[in-house]
């Protein structure tokens, strides 16, 4: 009775796993193979915006020599001048402080001429966006 009670056991156990497969009659739909299409883009080319109008405080220049710094040094002892800094320059030093702008208006045009090239020579900008 144990080897049949066994038997039947073992063919049951064993059995379902082989019979699920002759019941299932759902279909098992196909899977069709993805299509992966690469489009090479250039990236946009970056235009950095320009910097904002210089807009410089007027500057008023006075020029000292011995005839009106004794005058001024004799009003302020009179308590008729307000108490002001002057600052001199040499000749050498004007001229350099002249250098020095004529080459950084040189530097900022240079820079602008080069923005101005990217900008011309960008195929993805529009037209009536240029400056």
Same mark, same amino acid.
């Given at each position: ?87 001199? @320059? ?6 350099? @402080? ?34």
């Amino acid at each position: 009775m144990k080897k049949i009670y066994l038997i039947s056991l073992i063919l049951f156990t064993t059995g379902c796993s082989s019979l699920g497969s002759m019941f299932n009659t759902v279909a098992v739909p196909t899977v069709k193979p993805i299509e992966v299409i690469t489009i090479e883009k250039p990236a946009p080319m970056y235009h950095p915006p320009l910097p904002g109008n210089i807009d410089p405080a007027e500057v008023k220049w006075k020029i000292l020599n011995p005839e009106t710094m004794r005058e001024y040094v004799n009003n302020y002892d009179n308590g008729d001048a307000p108490a002001m800094a002057y600052y001199g @320059l040499t000749a050498q030093g004007y001229e350099n @402080l002249s250098n020095n702008i004529a080459d950084i208006k040189r530097y900022i045009r240079q820079n602008l001429a080069i923005i101005k090239y990217y900008r011309d020579n960008d195929p993805t900008i529009e037209e009536d966006n240029n400056e």
